[in-house]
């Protein structure tokens, strides 16, 4: 090919750049996201990576602020966010929040009766005799999540729920104090978290659900996260 056609195509696509530079919105912005979490936050199909989509922004951006300062640990979010200020991560919380898609079909159960049975007791009444509050108590009637800043537990994976609580047991993952969850999770036993998140795991998600605007109740504990 001759130098004289080379630059003709180098001045052609210059003028194609110019005419229609590329996008630069929220949304072109966290395309990268969609390759762990699933278009527009779905979650993706690994049975891992949480969905994002419809959770209260306070709780995301604080997600977001916990990855980037270390405080949470997960090292390709920490490296995504590193160099993120603020008003970024408000921006991206704030995409993700207002994001509805369709969930999933539920799976099907793949614990027995009396598992689940005991894992609908434990989100839903808690356990007063050990003093366990109900996952309801906190995060909603439906389990959608309370705004700003709790998040919703149900259309969540089994293997992420597990995940998630081991991560609170080994001090992995925590909030400031006081760290309710902390707390909680040193109460349940191994049977129990086998239990609670199978159940929350297979329940079915209305589609028009979204997190309840304010607590219905006062909460149990007071926890350094919550308002």
């Not at 977001?64 to 640990?73: A, S």
């Not at 009766?113 to 366990?132: F, I, M, S, W, Y």
């Not at 909030?175 to 297979?202: G, N």
Request: overall charge neutral; some cysteine.
């Amino acid at each position: 090919m001759s130098r004289t056609i080379l630059l003709l195509l180098a001045a052609l696509c210059g003028q194609a750049y110019a005419a229609a530079p590329p996008e630069d919105s929220v949304a072109q912005r966290v395309a990268a996201c969609s390759s762990c979490h699933g278009e527009q936050g779905r979650a993706s199909r690994d049975g891992y990576y949480p969905r994002i989509a419809g959770k209260p922004a306070g709780y995301l951006y604080r997600q977001l602020l916990n990855f980037r300062d270390g405080v949470r640990h997960n090292q390709v979010m920490q490296q995504m966010l590193e160099y993120l200020p603020d008003d970024y991560l408000k921006q991206i919380a704030g995409y993700f929040s207002a994001q509805h898609p369709q969930y999933a079909t539920a799976p099907a159960a793949d614990a027995g009766a009396a598992v689940l049975a005991h894992g609908k007791t434990l989100a839903l009444d808690g356990d007063p005799a050990r003093e366990l509050p109900a996952c309801a108590a906190c995060h909603g009637e439906r389990l959608m999540g309370v705004k700003p800043d709790l998040p919703g537990l149900v259309g969540l994976p089994r293997d992420y729920l597990a995940a998630e609580l081991g991560a609170w047991r080994t001090a992995t993952r925590r909030m400031r104090e006081p760290d309710c969850m902390a707390r909680i999770v040193e109460k349940l036993s191994p049977d129990d978290v086998a239990a609670v998140t199978a159940w929350l795991s297979v329940q079915p998600v209305d589609p028009a659900a979204i997190p309840d605007e304010a607590p219905k109740q006062e909460r149990p504990l007071r926890c350094g996260a919550a308002p």
